[in-house]
C-alpha cells in the first residue's frame, strides 16, 4: 500500500518550537490514498492564537469554555468524520512533536473512522519509526488491518441498545431496540468500522426494560434472552468476512439472583467498561466528577454483593469473583483517564483513545500496570503494585502499556556502574541486568503504539516514571520505617485507607 502525506512546517507558532505535523490517510482493500485537505490540515495549526504571548489551551481551558477555537475545530473535524465514513476512509495519525498539535480537536475524526494514532516526541523517536514499521509489518506480531466493516446488534425485545463507545461511526439504523439514553454512538443498532484490527474492542452499553410481571414468572428456566452480534468486514486478503455471535442467557430474579449474577462477573471487563465510562463522560458532561461518581459506583456495587454486618466494617468481604474490582477502581481514580493534571489535552486525548479500542488485557494494564520483581533470591516474579516492592538490590520491571520502566536498586545500580557484570566471575550479576531487557523486548515486539522503554535507577529523576503509578503507602507523612528506603511525595490515600473507607461507608 503506498503511504502519501503532506508535511506543514512552521516555526515558532507555539513557543517557538520548530515541528512536522504528518497525517496519513488510508483506504483499506482499495490501494487508494486519501490526502486531506490543505485546509483541514492547516486547522491543526490553530489551537493557539497568533499572538505569541498567549498561551497554548490546557484543560483549564477547556473547563472554562475560554478555548477559543477548540469547539470550532472540533466541529469542522466532526464534518469532516462524517464524509470520510460515508466514503469509507481510515484517517491514521502520527503526530510528533515537543508540544502539541491539536490531537485533542482530532480525536473524533480518528476515532469515529477507526485510525491507528501515535503520539511521539520526533519523528527519529523509535515510538515513531518503529510503530510505523509495524503497520507494514508481515509476521506473527502484524496488525491484521482490515476495512469496511459494519457492527450490527440483534437482542431480545426485553433489551435495548443505548450505544457503543469505540472507534466507529453510528449507522444510524434506528428501531425499537434503541434506547432513549444515549451513551456514545448511540440511536441505531449497527455501526460502521472503517478501519479496525486483531485487537479492536468495542464496548456496548445496554439497559433491561422493566417488565410487569411476578418475579416468580421471570424465574422460570425456559425465560431466556439473547444476544447476537453481526461482524462483517473486508480481510487484509482482500475476502469479504461475515462473523456472526450469538449469546444466550436466562433471566434470574428473587432471593437466590445474587450467587447467580456474582458467578457471571467478570472483573477486568467490567473494570474497562467503567474507564471507558468515566473518560465519555469527562468528555460530555459539564460538571462532571469523576471521583465521586466512581465512588459512588463502587460503594454501591459492595453494599450489593459484599457479605457484611450492617454497620459492622470489619466483618465486610467480598467474594472472590469481586476482590480484585477496588483495587482496579484505586488505580482508576489515579490513572491518566481520570487525574489529567500534568498531561496536556493532546495527551488525554491520545491515552482514551487507545483505551477505547484496546482489548481487555491491555486495557487492564493501563488502568492498573503490571509489575515484575529481578533478584538474586528467586526468579522473575509477580509483585505488589506499591512502593514496599523498591529494594536495593532488586531491579523491577514496570509495564504501564504507554511507558515500560525497568528500575534499577540503589545497589545494583552500583555494580553494573562499577562493571561489575563484565567480569566473567559475575555473569550471574550480567544474567540478572539482562532478563528484565529481554521481558521488555518481547513486550515491545507485540504492542502498538510501540511503548516508550525507560532505563531508570534508584533516587535518579527518571525514577518517577515508577513512582508515579505506585501505591503510595508510605509517603513524608508516614511514621514507620520504609524497607526500600523510598518514599511518595504525594497527598494521596494509599490503598489500605482507601479500602478501610470503602468498608465503612459500604455497610451502612
Known sequence: MDLGYLDIGYDSMVQKYAFYIKVYGRLLGAGQLLVCCLRSLARLSWIVSKILSEPIRSHKDLDKDSALYYHKAVK??????????HQGHVLDLFACALDQVGVAELKIAVERTGGL??????FGHSVFKDSLKRIFQSSD???GLSSNGIYEVNCSKNIKVQGIIGPCASLEKKGPLCSETVVGQGNTTAWKLCGLDKATTLCLLYEIVKKDIPDPIAQSANNQFYFQFLTY???????MRLRATTLSRRWVAGPGSTQDLIAGFDQEAAAVVMARLVSFKMESEAEFDPIRWLDKSLIHLCSQFGDYQKYSPSSFSLSPRFSIFPQFMFHLRRSQFVQVFNNSPDETAYFRMILNRENVGNSVVMIQPSLISYSFHSGPEPALLDVAAIAADRILLLDSYFTIVIFHGSTIAQWRNAGYHNLPEHEVFAQLLQAPR??????IKERFPVPRLVTCDQHGSQARFLLAKLN???????DAPVPGGDIIFTDD??????LDHLQRLAVQ
Open 472 to 478: 503510595p503507602s508510605a509517603t513524608y507523612n508516614s
Open 438 to 443: 529481554d521481558d521488555a523486548d518481547s513486550i
Open 117 to 122: 494514532v501515535v503520539l511521539a516526541e520526533s
Open 233 to 239: 468486514y473486508q480481510h487484509s486478503s482482500g475476502q
Open 493 to 498: 490515600v494509599s490503598f489500605e485507607v482507601f
Open 141 to 143: 506480531y502484524d496488525l
Open 76 to 85: 469542522f473535524y466532526d464534518g469532516l468524520s462524517k464524509q470520510l465514513v
